[in-house]
């Protein structure tokens, strides 16, 4: 059988009877399923493709035994690892080998939905009704009224009853194949064996999740021999977990499972991030000296919708394309979805140290209780310009700034288009302050209209407009 | 065509790997097989006895039997005395000696491509981060929506399928972590982004990725805590970051921009240092860093990663590897320790810093992250004011930069510790130098927490008040 290792190396290094033997007690159903395993993956000819994974509890060391690519998962996280390695080589042939702890307690999330996300990996779920490895504690699918070291009395209605994970997973959209088999006599065995190639069968052929649960054996927990044990799978268990198929679309499910392999085209990679290639048209003279300083501050703020943002990244896109350095932060209030939404926006000849705009040289207010919060914060001989369409009262505000009230929603909506109000106000922005020319902005909002050129128009007029309406400052 | 009874093999069986549990006595149709009655010294254990004079080779004993070297179809004439009793051979002269019959793989190493010569573009913090993996050769993102780290993993969800690359959705962090448990497994470089709650999930996968030696970058855009918070920024995870990363003895490479051109910058070396510690690297950005505009010059070069010779990668090559982290005995789980152990000395070598008008400076600002860009204004106005100030900003939280630290000290009169959090980086800092056997100078600390970074007008009062513990 060349699909166990012809030694068991990892078996406490091979040595002596360990070499050859399993780590598991005399009659435990992992071995079974380890030799039915075995045999369905040399029966499809998949050993070197297929890539197993050990789970947590009594066959955490399942990869002593198989001569495959081996890797071992968390508790409970073995679909999700199996996921990984399938979506790193779709080629590969993934089996998620886990028992009743690892698959139906800690690791539930992770088995339900990669379920119902059915791409093709296959999962034999080990049903012994008890914890193995930690010693006989009660496990998701122990039975009502089993003893067990963590319900010494017998399981009660307290614990809550056992999970049928077949039929949990079979009423999933996922699953193409799901049956749940047993092991208690050599008709069971020869049902498993199948069941277990078959679901193989299925995620070689690229059809899809199939998942076989099999009723196995722990005679150690059980405290009873082999022998009843068999016996008390077949009695106790399968009443409360039917054996048979429960789910099987295997046969009108068409292979699906195609993925190429990954693209590194340089061209491709920058395409998809819209890196230009092309320099941006410079407008500029220079850094803009009237400011005295070579680090300018800005804060826009409005509420959700005003647009602050966009206007905030295309005043720091300027800058950049001009050849200075530009940071922008969005800060929005705690209600972000529609509450305050603020920019800080820096402009540097060489380098903005700090992005925050605690004291800016220049605000654009959207609303009243921006302006209200932030023009006690401009700088002396800073500039503030507000919507005057929104703000009719602009109250008293700090003297030694020069202040320009713009009615940017008035204008915007004049040209029909409320949400351009933000472009009137980087017009705005530009005629009074004169920060860059105006040729500087539009060819910001030429780079970035790229794709819809056919709001081109109505964005260069919102600017114009935005910049006529600045008159003389208001104080 | 079924093969006639007297052509099918009859099983035979080594009794010393019988382990007596009987279960093939009931699946013999010819009672061939019967309880043993002599315990085997070798195993303790009590093996069946085989009388194949009824046996028709039906195998259902076979089936039964839980050891892969138990009951067993013979391959050929096996010597048997007159009651099917054999002795224990040599296994290697049964069995062959070694483990695998799969190659010994070799790595395939990577390839650098050069990139067009691309314009300077404007971008965030977590696109730019997300850039940097992509040029990295990363094609495969795992993650969890969490403010404010979301929209990396957005733009991986709309690039990478036009890349034949995969972003998955996972349902929890915890399953992400995994997901990259497997994937990095299969030797492919992979990520996430996430923030602070998020982080804390990860915690148990990323300590069996170290254990299990796997790369993989964890983008912690570090939000408000404890708890739930809130999602502005703070850098109360470096704790967490530095020191711990699960249970077990763990340690990652903590990489601390403070510019979306670091950010991309970082992200990209973070991959080439994860694949060579086979340890994962963690990005520390903060809340500001992760939805900061700025300008990102691209490298002249992308990677397009090969294959390691460990990778599980489910192919005949790869076939012999194992990913692991469990050690059972505990003689090799200790030699596993001290592997790691010289792999996170190792890793020291790869401390990284910035240092700003440090030359003179007798008042020395420490801070990363973006309260390093609130410390470097404030360092301007110092200077402004005749203070002699500079600011140190380690860009590896771990390992602590010590030795960059070194030089300034002797002319240092005074540490300002600019943080968003209560003393997590001054502590990596004392600890640093006491292992340095370097004493500390006085300290003032600058701290802000629940969301908000120290502003420069904060660290300049504090420096012009002076005052130290
Ligand atoms: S404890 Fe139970 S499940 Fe675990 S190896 Fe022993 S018999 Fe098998
Ligand atoms: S091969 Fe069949 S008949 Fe022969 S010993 Fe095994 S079960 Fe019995
Ligand atoms: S089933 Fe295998 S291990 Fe159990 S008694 Fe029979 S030969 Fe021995």
Redesign the pocket.
Known sequence: MSVFYEKFDRHSHGEGLKGHSTHYC??CGH?IVHRELAESIEALGIQDRTVLVSPVGCSVFAYYYFDVGNTQAPHGRAPVVGLGHKLANPESIVISYQGDGDLASIGLAETIATAQMGLPITVIFINNAIYGMTGGQLAPTSLMGQKTATSPDGRNQNMGSPIRMAELIAQLDGPVYVERVALFDPKQRIKARKAIEKALRIQKEGRGYAFVEVLAECPTHLKKS?EDTEKWVKECMTPIFPLGVLKDKSAETEPWWDRKAPSFAPEKVLGLMGVDTEPAERHAKGFPDHFKCVDISFKLAGSGGDGAQTAALLLARTAIDEGFDATHIPSYGPESRGGTSYADVHLAKDEVLNPAAPDPHVLLAFNAPSLTKFAPQVREGGVIIYDSTIITDPGVLPAGRTVYGVPFTGIATQLQRPMVKNIVALGALQAATHLFPAESFMATLRTVLKDKAALLPLNEAAFAAGQNAVGSPVS | MAIPASQRPKPF?EPE?????????D?CPKEC?TEGDAINAATGLV??NLNLDNCNGCQL?VQ????PY??RPQAGPVATDAHGDFDLEDPKNLFGAKETGAPVAKAQPSEEIPLPLGQPMVLKGTYASALGALLAGCRHVFGYPITPSTEGAELMAKVLPKLDGAFVQAVSEVAAINMMYGCSGAGLPCMTFTSSPGFSLMLEGISYMIGAELPGVIVNVMRGGPGLGNIAPEQADLKLMTRGLGHGNTHAIVLAPATPQEMLDLSRKAFELSFKYRNPVIIAADGYLGQMTGVVKLPATMTKPGLPEWAVWGDREHRGNLICSIFLSEPDLEAHNVKLLAKYDAMKAEAMFDTYRTGDADVLLVACNTPARMAKGAVEDLRAQGIKAGLFRPITIWPFPIEGLKPLLPQVKRLVMVEASPGQLEDELRLALSHAGLACPPITPVQRYGGILPQQTEIVAAVLKGGAR
């Open positions: 005399p009659g071995g082999p | 069986l790997y019988c382990k007596g549990c009987l279960r093939c006595i699946a097989i093996p069946v004993c039964a039997c839980p050891e138990g009951l």
